[in-house]
């Protein structure tokens, strides 16, 4: 079922994905025009990568705005195919996997990819922020983990069988219908809670990667991060249509 929320963030997300894959092959020219003569110098790559990771602020300042009207509408995404909202986490990409794609890149030598040319520093840096990330993931799947029990605490089973009196009794109308808006209001909060901590996981993940990256290494990393996504994206159509169809 389409919501207000749902159908707003809907026509943003078709936007931004599209101006995303338009990043995308920016940064797959500047990627090349180095390697292959070092056109860009490197505030030109900074500036790029600076717009980029400007766009990805700019999802989450429109996700947080639109959360905070209904935040369910993320944790049960129209926008998102089967396949997408599978691999989701928390209403979003899971930090660790920023973590394996570096180390996927480095191992199979992707060609032309910086990335496989981290010195032994960065590789140190980057397991420090791993694990680091991790804890932190941990953190975030435990709120959610209380905000789940608390469906089932005191206060909510009161509230569950005085609506249950109430509706033997057919006395419905004299409910307070107050007593059940603001135990839902308290549960939303406690989502909106869940979903941005992990969204702040996930910004403090790019930026701490980023900031262990030279300019050309940043380019590379977020035209992986963002081709992942965009990739993922179209494997979920394509199989969505070839599911109709069948």
């Not at 003569?37 to 790559?45: A, F, G, Q, S, Y």
């Not at 089973?157 to 006395?171: A, I």
Request: net charge positive; with cysteine.
């Amino acid at each position: 079922m389409k919501g207000r929320v749902g159908e707003r963030f809907s026509e943003f997300f078709e936007k931004w994905i599209c101006q995303l894959d338009e990043y995308l092959q920016l940064l797959l020219k500047a990627s090349e025009q180095r390697v292959i003569n070092t056109v860009c110098d490197e505030r030109e790559l900074q500036t790029l990568v600076s717009k980029v990771t400007q766009h990805y602020k700019d999802y989450f300042t429109i996700k947080w705005c639109l959360a905070h009207e209904d935040v369910l509408a993320f944790f049960c995404p129209i926008w998102g195919s089967p396949l997408e909202n599978a691999y989701s986490w928390f209403t979003g990409w899971k930090p660790s996997t920023i973590f394996k794609l570096i180390h996927s890149t480095g191992i199979n030598r992707v060609p032309g990819s910086s990335l496989a040319e981290l010195t032994q520093e960065q590789l140190r840096k980057i397991e420090e922020l791993r694990v680091k990330i991790r804890l932190e993931e941990e953190k975030v799947e435990r709120e959610m983990e209380r905000q789940q029990v608390a469906v089932a605490d005191r206060k909510m089973f009161e509230l569950v069988r005085s609506t249950g009196r109430v509706r033997d009794s057919e006395t419905v109308d004299q409910f307070d219908g107050r007593l059940v808006e603001v135990a839902l209001k308290g549960l939303m909060a406690g989502l909106e809670k869940v979903m941005k901590a992990a969204d702040c996981v996930r910004l403090r993940t790019l930026k701490g990667v980023l900031d262990v990256l030279t300019p050309l290494q940043c380019v590379n990393f977020l035209a992986a991060t963002s081709m992942l996504q965009i990739q993922i994206r179209q494997w979920g159509k394509r199989r969505d249509s070839i599911s109709r169809k069948e």
